[in-house]
């Protein structure tokens, strides 16, 4: 029996019920960043009932990472890596259920159901006693809600990672191979006085609102430069002022001015250039105003895979197995773990996930049959990359 075929009697057996509770039960536990110990060990456990050689590294101690296997032969065989996160956003959501096609509540789509389909792939391969020839690592950690990443980079420091990831995020109908590098930014603009009457406000004193006004100015005038040049997959560069807040009363000068947002670029830049151009953007503000202007900035790089590369052909032939379709390349706007793995543990990183629509929505949910079409892909994949030596295909 060939691969893929093999593939097919497996995706056969993936249990549309059975990733509704798993989804669901991880759904009725809240996580959000920095509290995900409980849905962690109950994700262990799990795997762990499965068959899996799983441990909890617990570094940080209320946002446990799962790290469970299924030892290959060895050897100079690879290993492939399926990733998520354990954590939502720290809003309520709609109420935990199942109904017309969808598993709702918050997290479901982003990305409990997603880990579940982690399992379930997982689950099929061990009860069929699948010989894999690699090794296969599945991780779901917490804190990528909050944007920090913490707990993933410490595993990728700790060397945890596999030779390819399959990030089990976003939708899956197109295979993002570039993404956006994502910078958060916040500029803070201060003047001399401390919120006095605009009557006797010193003549010439900084006005930080006008200040302000002015940095916006400046920030849409990049925006228009950078819209004239689009990057292949990705469109154009951007960006996006999201808050803008100054003053306390209508007749006092404002004591301060914040301007926050983002600015998203491509991959052929870097983190740097952009704290560069906000370092530049600050200083001209501050020489024409006469106010104190102060930039935090933070966020994560973009990333480009070759066309051609292995993991991503694997994919997309997985794809072509279960749907009958093709799987265009695309790039993504979105700022998920791809890069880490990409910049920090040097190995190509995919998304490919269920549905990624309602995310963050007050009313999130996920439609069970993307679900069962991403664990059928996962099964193709895992067994397309990682080879099969022996198996007894009979086992249930």
Partial sequence: MNTDTLAATLADRVDPERLTRLTLDMVRIPSPPGQERAVSEFYAETLRGIGLDVELDEEFPDSP?????????????????????????????????????????????????????????????????????????????????????????????????????????????????????????????????????ETVAPPGAPHPVMAGYRAVQLLQDRARELGQQRLPYLGTESIFIGRFAGGDYFNRLPASCIIAGTRRFGPQCRMEEIRQEFKQLAERVAEESGAQVDVWLDGVEGYQIDENERLANVIRQAHRQVTGEELPLAGTRAAANAPQFVHLAQVPALYYGATYLTAHSDHERVELAEVVRATKVYIHAILGYLGVLATDITSH
């Fill in 65 to 197: 990472s799962v790290v469970a296997r299924l030892e290959g032969a060895g050897g100079h065989a690879p290993t492939l890596q399926l990733d998520g996160h354990t954590d939502t956003i720290d809003l309520a959501g709609p109420r935990p259920r199942f109904e017309d096609g969808y598993i709702y509540g918050r997290g479901s789509e982003d990305m409990k159901a997603s880990l579940a389909a982690m399992a379930e792939a997982a689950r099929i391969i061990r009860e069929a006693d699948i010989q894999l020839e690699g090794t296969l690592l599945l991780t779901a950690h917490g804190r990528h809600e909050s944007a920090t990443n913490e707990t993933l980079i410490s595993l990728i420091g700790k060397g945890v990672h596999g030779d390819a990831v399959i990030v089990t995020e976003l939708g899956g109908h197109t295979l993002p191979i570039a993404g956006m590098g994502l910078a958060f930014f916040e500029i803070k603009i201060s003047g001399d006085e401390e919120g006095i009457h």
